[in-house]
């Protein structure tokens, strides 16, 4: 069983910067592949980043801005997210699976997932 608490997020402006946490419980923290989703009012949750043993990988439309973290010793999770754009405004959710497997398409899955956080609020206004 694991727990999965975020923080971090906030109201900003566009072009600043965000970092996200996601502080997970369980001794078995560093065996899981993370991830951070997003959700936007109205639509699908939708993957932005995962690390995994074989690599982090990363949504296109975050690619360059944001960049996923973890700190094993700590139990944590981290996404720092650059250059916010008002579209990147959402709930964003962080997840742990047991897979390990190569390859983004592995982590790209609501599905995939088998513990969630309860989600930060992102907003970026223009």
């Known amino acids: 069983q694991v727990q999965l608490v975020e923080s971090g997020g906030g109201m900003v402006q566009t072009g600043v910067s965000l970092r996200l946490s996601c502080a997970a419980s369980g001794r078995t923290f560093s065996s899981y592949a993370m991830g951070w989703f997003r959700q936007a009012p109205g639509k699908e949750r939708e993957f932005v980043a995962a690390?995994?043993?074989?690599?982090?990988y990363s949504a296109d439309s975050v690619k360059g801005r944001f960049t996923i973290s973890r700190d094993n010793a700590k139990n944590s999770v981290y996404l720092q997210m650059n250059s916010l754009k008002p579209e990147d405004t959402a709930v964003y959710y962080c997840?742990?699976?047991?897979?390990?497997?190569?390859?983004?398409?592995?982590?790209?899955?609501?599905?995939?997932?088998?513990?969630w956080g309860q989600g930060t609020q992102v907003t970026v206004s223009s």
């Open positions: 690390i995994s043993r074989s690599g982090t």
């Open positions: 997840a742990a699976t047991g897979l390990n497997c190569v390859g983004q398409g592995c982590y790209e899955g609501v599905g995939d997932y088998d513990y």
